[in-house]
């Protein structure tokens, strides 16, 4: 199993700009020495929950800090991003970090930020679409051409090409229901998120369609990772690790409702009641609903090894996002939980999903 952290860059009251922007990259680099296997930035625009306006930027920066750690993009959201520059900026990520990079891909979902761009988002599906194929042409052919609605493309050389062949993985965040099949049948590797609503306890046929669409389209799930994004705290003691999170874990939850629905006098998108449903529940939750949900994991190392190893035994999750800096949680408190995972918990579930073939290859 591996292990990786997300970032959204969120910003509480309390600290400067400066002082989130280097708190952020402090960690990130950190990650590589606590044995985190990937770090993954997030874009998002305009608000307190986050302003990691450019992942690409941002992992540049770390490309050159780091020498093992992955770099993946917690996504791009592709409707605000034009595929050519997406493809062009993460070949030379490709090659800046020595084949270390994974590219995220989503819709978006938060409607004031296409209001920002002035992109329309009830079309974000179709753009998505496009987007994706034109990266991966950009990427392998050597001169291509594209004929879509949102992008037209007449004999286009992209240069660079990524290290990474025939290119670096892609992985698509995956939050309304429709969304698990259609990764599987572009064949990506899942993101998906029990801090977004997906529900461990009852999440696995959600992956099994996902897996299923992957065979119908001739590819082998075993071959495909799945990634969960949990919020995750360790600390000495269950007492210390509830008195630390609660109220950043909240806050998070509280802030997240602001912006799921449109800005007022916006239309709405096509998928408009699977975000008010989520607006409606997140709305509601208490912290017994979302540990339980799996999408809080709070405690002891003990503790938290074990809800890891049953929420991999629930869903398959391969990968494993821990979300620690979030609600503006005190920047020692961050480094320690991290300490803490790295001597007592990563080794613990290492082994994980491990075959017999990948046994015998240590």
């Given at each position: 199993?591996?292990?990786?952290?997300?970032?959204?860059?969120?910003?509480?009251l309390?600290?400067?700009?400066?002082?989130i922007?280097?708190?952020?990259?402090d960690?990130m680099?950190?990650?590589?020495?606590?044995?985190?296997?990937?770090?993954?930035?997030a874009?998002?625009?305009?608000?307190?929950?986050g302003?990691?306006?450019?992942?690409?930027?941002?992992?540049?920066?770390?490309?050159?800090?780091?020498q093992?750690?992955?770099?993946?993009?917690?996504?791009?959201?592709?409707?605000?991003?034009?595929?050519?520059?997406?493809?062009?900026?993460?070949?030379?990520l490709?090659?800046?970090?020595?084949?270390?990079?994974?590219?995220?891909?989503?819709?978006?979902?938060?409607?004031?930020?296409?209001?920002?761009?002035?992109?329309?988002?009830?079309?974000?599906?179709?753009?998505?679409r496009?987007?994706?194929?034109?990266i991966?042409?950009a990427?392998?052919?050597?001169?291509?051409?594209?004929?879509?609605?949102?992008?037209?493309i007449?004999?286009?050389a992209?240069?660079?090409?990524?290290?990474?062949?025939?290119?670096?993985?892609?992985?698509?965040a995956?939050?309304?229901?429709?969304?698990?099949?259609?990764?599987?049948?572009?064949?990506?590797?899942?993101?998906?998120a029990?801090v977004?609503?997906?529900?461990?306890?009852?999440?696995?046929?959600?992956?099994?369609?996902?897996?299923e669409?992957?065979?119908?389209?001739?590819?082998?799930p075993?071959?495909?990772?799945?990634?969960?994004?949990?919020?995750?705290?360790?600390?000495?003691?269950?007492?210390?690790?509830?008195?630390?999170?609660?109220?950043?874990?909240?806050w998070?939850?509280?802030?997240?409702?602001?912006?799921?629905?449109?800005?007022?006098g916006?239309?709405?998108?096509?998928?408009y009641?699977?975000?008010?449903?989520?607006r409606?529940?997140?709305?509601?939750?208490d912290?017994?609903?979302?540990?339980?949900?799996?999408?809080?994991?709070?405690?002891?190392?003990?503790?938290?090894?074990?809800?890891?190893?049953?929420?991999?035994?629930?869903?398959?999750?391969?990968?494993?996002?821990?979300?620690?800096?979030i609600?503006?949680?005190?920047?020692?408190?961050v480094?320690?939980?991290?300490?803490?995972?790295c001597?007592?918990?990563?080794?613990?579930?290492?082994?994980?999903?491990?075959?017999?073939?990948?046994?015998?290859?240590?």
């Amino acid at each position: 199993m591996k292990f990786g952290q997300l970032h959204l860059f969120e910003h509480p009251l309390g600290r400067t700009e400066k002082q989130i922007i280097d708190e952020q990259f402090d960690i990130m680099v950190r990650a590589e020495e606590f044995g985190f296997d990937s770090i993954w930035p997030a874009e998002h625009h305009f608000s307190e929950y986050g302003y990691c306006a450019s992942p690409a930027v941002t992992l540049a920066a770390l490309a050159v800090k780091t020498q093992r750690v992955r770099l993946g993009s917690g996504v791009v959201v592709l409707p605000l991003n034009h595929p050519v520059r997406v493809a062009e900026d993460y070949a030379i990520l490709d090659l800046l970090s020595g084949g270390r990079v994974d590219l995220g891909v989503g819709r978006g979902y938060q409607p004031h930020e296409f209001v920002g761009y002035g992109v329309d988002q009830t079309r974000s599906r179709e753009m998505f679409r496009e987007s994706i194929e034109v990266i991966q042409r950009a990427w392998t052919q050597e001169r291509f051409d594209y004929e879509g609605e949102f992008y037209r493309i007449h004999d286009l050389a992209v240069r660079p090409k990524p290290l990474q062949k025939p290119h670096p993985p892609v992985w698509m965040a995956s939050l309304s229901p429709e969304t698990f099949q259609l990764c599987g049948r572009y064949g990506f590797n899942l993101m998906c998120a029990p801090v977004f609503g997906f529900n461990v306890n009852t999440g696995a046929a959600q992956i099994e369609q996902y897996r299923e669409a992957l065979r119908q389209n001739g590819r082998d799930p075993g071959r495909h990772e799945i990634a969960g994004l949990v919020m995750t705290y360790v600390a000495e003691t269950t007492q210390k690790a509830l008195a630390d999170f609660r109220d950043s874990v909240m806050w998070y939850f509280h802030t997240f409702t602001k912006y799921i629905a449109p800005p007022k006098g916006q239309p709405a998108v096509k998928s408009y009641e699977f975000y008010t449903a989520a607006r409606d529940y997140l709305a509601a939750l208490d912290w017994d609903t979302v540990v339980d949900a799996g999408a809080v994991v709070c405690g002891s190392p003990d503790q938290v090894t074990e809800r890891i190893a049953e929420i991999h035994e629930k869903c398959g999750i391969t990968h494993y996002l821990a979300w620690t800096r979030i609600g503006g949680l005190a920047h020692a408190k961050v480094l320690k939980s991290m300490e803490l995972m790295c001597a007592k918990v990563i080794p613990q579930l290492r082994h994980l999903g491990e075959t017999a073939e990948t046994a015998a290859r240590k």
